[in-house]
């Protein structure tokens, strides 16, 4: 019998009944097969499927009901995984290869049949495509002023993404390109679809013994959602037993989408399920055990959201989650465990070119290690109705599945890394599929825009974050004259909370939870960022404002006083930045007879306000750190604390922790004393002003250049203990760096704000000064002094801070490619490193710009440091500083704004009997750790995105903007560049690029080089050829896109560059 072919008659309406026959090519089989399910109970089943079928197809098939609609609505009818949406870098991402569509085999076109019956009616999904995107991720890797290096995502993600609008018939020129892609289900093979009667028969009965020798799979999705997280309400009734083993059909293998190669079942039992069901905790328990499954961070690439990864757990190359189906409803962030699918499946690379969205395998800001752990329970509050995601049995599940997670020698062991080039460059890189999410870290709290769907009792909300899913909003909880005036909301921005994500829906559900305002003002815009990221900013709540003192202005009580060692009278002074309200940190050097020095750093004694356990302390270790922002900042305590109280504020008495040490000149410690004092700050200096000190020893400065300066400390006792304090910062940092250290230092933007509006007035780059320095090198002196104390007191309970050291497979390629480049860097250690990057890179204008652009590649195999308690690792080699080079740190000097330093300050208060008992546990101290570091990353990614979006407002205001710019990697069809004059990092698409007639890409080894050919402006001269590598100048012109706060580079014709 001929195959049933899946282009005829699908519109149709058979009769309701079985016994009408259907069209004479597929008579026969039907029949054979129907008569084995003659019963009512099939019937009434077949006919539910139906009804459901019609939404799936919705989603993959054209119809002329939906093609009607979409044309209405100017609505793809695609699914959102496969629409390429108006990315704000105005190019068209290389399609991931095209997918062969088969015929489907004869059940599945019989219930397409049946399913047009009531397709009319029952057509409720959505469909569109987000008008906004999220600006891309652009790495910040830079010091602290503790020392620390914070490593930014890898170079293929890092970019703010430009924005440029896509030309609507060119947005549906790509939507055609790709219609033979569906995340539905793929279609299947012909060889499959061709099956005989017989041959399905015979599928069928052996697929009835397997559903009968195990437990249904809405029993075993049940558990695993309700383990993991998922709001039990969102579970959907069971199907009949074995119905859906017996509907399933074998599919073709597809290598590029590999999650959805299963015979899924999904909980409602009525629809195809999309995504398959989680497996149950006792099969991750043994799975991660045996070393079949691996767990970690789900990280999607933001401008390629298709392409999810995870770290590999050897340090290898990332595991590769292709598309939507194989991450199975998880989130960016998300930890998830994963099954590694059969080596026939996994991902060709044909070069690094390729590779560059899983070249961002440590995950830097957004991965916070590999360990599984819980959020706190107490989170941000939440609009009425919204359950959260925290269910009763997440501890013990975490808790479980800590103790049975391999470590990366076992894990290794059962995955052998297959990133070896072959003979012809491709490599062969891991993929995998989401079986079980085991906690939910994306706050499902997304920004967008409402749609206004005709004759749907549902609104479709189009995050402006591609990586998250469109999701169903019922018109019930939109605003009141939203369905009667859609139009008006057309520029508003809402946030939305997903509440629900059923497994046979390519689209979430979600209720609004907030109107923002207007898309492209900053206020609206900051607010939506706090939400999505979960930064609580609301005010803090009468419980913990009771905490605080009540009797003001507060003083000192006199038994307190009685305590401490009193350093009023020294000669004690603040450095910060001009405006800064929140001083943690002040400094004192005195010489002594000898011709050493007496040197202080002087810290806010937080921990005497802050009390364990109480709800001031309850809400400082949930927020776990203040968060900066351009024009504002969310405090981590309440503003009578960080700005008054604990802040050092001058000529003022404060109660402080004091490190003393009695140095050489040269920097050599002869003595150290820890303990609580009282101090009294006489001037507030800001880095200019002590800058200012540095470089003008000589000088005599009238006290008009300077803030007020308390009377009993002169003008120049003060310059004078500047210039000392510099003088030893000197010799501290040689020794560092000859010991060893590492320092990678990326500029930052930073903004002059109208005081009025707090809009941009204009933007530089922030300068890493001498007076920056200085600053620097004591608070790291005190820092690590500090982490030596309590780890020698509490070798159990510490809370230290551990840099782990590069990925070795990303270095050895870094090597390789430096090697080609005849760039001459020593990657063999941190020290190595850092003397290498010093050396010189060219005697020009232009050497700082090689030194940030190679910088940046030095970056990309860095991981992030993270807080961890010493009663967890064992292994004491795990606890060192990479880029400090040293055994111990940890974080001591601002606990206005850490509460990590706030644990420290207890830990150190307990050790030398000046402070309460400790109520710590190892595994209390190391949940705090956990939380510090999963804050301390959203905080600086926050701060990013704020920066981003100040500079993409200043570009539409003060644009377009020109500037040169150097090549900082290259692609097969893009490159980066790192724009000089504001030293922000865009990516150029080739295919955007006004005027290019072609281009070619070449790649020798671990080099990529691409060859743009301008076309010809007359017919007498010939195309100008352009060659873009590594460190290449060009002109680019920043300008403002159509979308609000989006900006593209647009590269400019080299004959321009030279007349310019």
């Known amino acids: 019998m001929d195959p049933p072919r899946q282009g005829k008659n699908l519109n149709r309406e058979p009769k309701r009944t079985q016994n009408r026959p259907s069209n004479p090519p597929q008579k026969d089989a039907y029949a054979r097969l129907l008569s084995q399910h003659c019963s009512s109970k099939f019937s009434l089943y077949l006919e539910q499927y139906a009804k459901d079928k019609a939404f799936q197809r919705d989603e993959t098939l054209p119809s002329p009901l939906l093609k009607a609609q979409s044309d209405r609505q100017s609505i793809p009818q695609k699914q959102r995984e496969q629409v390429p949406n108006d990315f704000s870098d105005s190019s068209d991402f290389s399609p991931s290869s095209m997918k062969s569509k088969g015929e489907e085999s004869s059940l599945s076109l019989y219930m397409e049949k049946l399913s047009t019956r009531t397709a009319q009616q029952d057509f409720e999904r959505k469909q569109g495509v987000s008008d906004r995107q999220r600006c891309g991720q652009r790495r910040d890797t830079a010091t602290s002023q503790d020392g620390d290096v914070e490593s930014g995502e890898e170079l293929g993600s890092l970019k703010p993404y430009e924005s440029k609008k896509r030309k609507t018939r060119d947005f549906n020129k790509d939507v055609a390109s790709k219609e033979t892609e569906s995340f539905v289900g793929r279609p299947q093979s012909p060889n499959t679809a061709g099956t005989s009667g017989q041959e399905q028969e015979k599928m069928k009965k052996s697929k009835k013994k397997k559903a009968n020798s195990r437990q249904p799979e809405e029993d075993r999705s049940g558990e695993g959602q309700f383990r993991s997280g998922v709001d039990t309400r969102m579970l959907r009734p069971k199907s009949p037993p074995g119905i859906e083993k017996k509907l399933q059909q074998p599919r073709s293998s597809s290598a590029n989408s590999p999650a959805d190669k299963g015979k899924n079942r999904g909980p409602r039992g009525s629809k195809r399920p999309v995504f398959e069901s989680y497996m149950t905790f006792e099969e991750v328990s043994h799975g991660l055990k045996r070393g079949e499954l691996i767990q970690g961070k789900l990280r999607i690439n933001p401008k390629k959201y298709h392409d999810g990864f995870i770290p590999s757990p050897d340090d290898g190359r990332d595991v590769y989650l292709d598309g939507i189906v194989a991450r199975n409803r998880a989130l960016n962030g998300d930890i998830v465990v994963v099954r590694i699918l059969p080596r026939e499946q996994w991902k060709v690379v044909r070069s690094d070119t390729e590779y560059e969205g899983t070249s961002e395998s440590d995950t830097q800001k957004e991965n916070m290690g590999r360990t599984v752990h819980k959020k706190t329970t107490a989170r941000t509050p939440r609009p009425a109705g919204i359950e959260d995601d925290q269910c009763s049995d997440q501890d013990e599940l975490i808790r479980k599945l800590q103790n049975t997670a391999l470590t990366d020698t076992e894990i290794g062991e059962h995955l052998q890394d297959p990133s070896t080039p072959r003979p012809n460059g491709e490599i062969l890189q891991k993929t995998a599929k989401v079986v079980y999410i085991i906690e939910k870290k994306h706050s499902r709290a997304v920004t967008g825009f409402l749609k206004f769907l005709p004759d749907k009792p549902f609104a479709m909300f189009s995050p402006v974050d591609h990586r998250v899913p469109r999701i169903n909003v019922l018109l ?585």
């Not at 900053?522 to 609301?538: A, C, N, Q, R």
């Not at 007020?708 to 940092?733: C, F, G, T, W, Y």
């Not at 922000?984 to 080894?1005: A, P, T």
């Not at 050829?1025 to 460190?1031: A, G, H, L, R």
């Open 476 to 1060: 019930a909880d939109c605003p009141e004259d939203f369905s009667s005036r859609p139009g008006d909301y057309t520029n508003t921005l809402f946030i939305c909370r997903i509440t629900n994500w059923a497994a046979d829906s390519n689209f979430a559900e979600g209720q609004l939870a907030k109107t923002l305002g207007q898309a492209g003002e900053i206020e609206p815009e900051t607010e939506g960022i706090l939400i999505e990221y979960e930064v609580d900013f609301s005010e803090f709540s009468d419980g913990v404002l009771n905490c605080l003192p009540k009797n003001l202005p507060w003083t000192i009580p006199a038994e307190e006083m009685s305590k401490r060692r009193d350093l009023r009278k020294e000669c004690i002074f603040t450095i910060d930045p001009s405006t800064a309200r929140d001083l943690d940190d002040a400094l004192s050097c005195k010489r002594l007879p000898d011709g050493n020095f007496e040197v202080g750093v002087h810290i806010a004694d937080v921990s005497y306000f802050v009390e364990e356990d109480n709800a001031l302390d309850a809400i400082a270790s949930r927020r776990a750190t203040s968060v900066y922002m351009v024009q504002k900042v969310i405090p981590m305590l309440p503003r009578l604390l960080c700005e008054e109280l604990c802040s050092l504020n001058p000529q003022t008495d404060r109660l402080t922790f004091s490190v003393i040490w009695t140095i050489t000149p040269e920097g050599k410690i002869l003595s150290e004393w820890f303990g609580r004092s009282v101090i009294c700050s006489c001037v507030k200096l800001s880095y200019d002003h002590a800058q200012s000190m540095i470089e003008a020893p000589e000088k005599i400065f009238p006290a008009e250049e300077l803030p007020p300066v308390d009377p009993m400390h002169p003008i120049d006792e003060i310059h004078q203990a500047v210039l000392n304090l510099h003088s030893i910062a000197k010799n501290l940092r040689a020794q560092r760096f000859t010991g060893g250290a590492l320092r990678l230092e990326q500029l930052k933007l930073s903004f002059t704000l109208d005081k009025e509006t707090m809009m941009p007035q204009g933007c530089y780059v922030y300068q890493y000064r001498d007076s920056n320095k200085l600053v620097e090198e004591f608070m790291l002196l005190a820092n690590i002094a500090t982490a030596h104390h309590i780890h020698k007191q509490f070798p159990q309970l510490a809370l230290l801070r551990r840099h782990p050291p590069p990925k070795a497979k990303m270095m050895d390629e870094l090597q390789e490619l430096c090697d080609q480049l005849g760039i001459n860097l020593d990657l063999s250690s941190a020290g190595a490193l850092n003397k290498s990057l010093n050396a010189s890179l060219g005697d020009d204008e232009y050497t700082t710009a090689r030194k940030e652009v190679l910088t940046h590649m030095c970056s990309r195999p860095m991981q992030m440091a993270l807080y961890f308690c010493t009663g967890v690792l064992k292994d004491e080699q795990r606890f060192k500083h990479y880029a400090l080079n040293v055994p111990f740190y940890t974080h001591f000097t601002s606990p206005i704004r850490r509460y990590a330093d706030i644990v420290v300050h207890r830990l150190l208060a307990s050790s030398l009997n000046c402070g309460p008992g400790l109520g710590l546990s190892t595994e209390e101290v190391e949940k705090q750790a956990l939380r510090c570091n999963e804050r301390k990353t959203v905080s600086k990614r926050v701060q990013e995105l704020s920066s981003e979006l100040f500079f993409g407002v200043f570009v539409k205001d003060c644009g377009p903007l020109e500037s040169e710019a150097m090549v900082m990697g290259v692609l097969d069809q893009s490159f980066d560049v790192l724009v000089l004059r504001y030293r922000v990092q865009k990516r150029v698409y080739c295919k955007s690029v006004v005027g290019l007639d072609s281009f070619r890409h070449r790649k020798v080894g671990k080099t990529s080089e691409l060859t743009l050919v301008w076309r010809a402006e007359d017919r007498e001269n010939a195309p100008v050829e352009q060659v873009i590598s590594i460190f290449t100048l060009v002109e680019v012109q920043l300008k403002a896109d159509g979308a609000p706060m989006k900006y593209s580079a647009v590269l400019k014709r080299p004959e321009e560059c030279k007349s310019n």
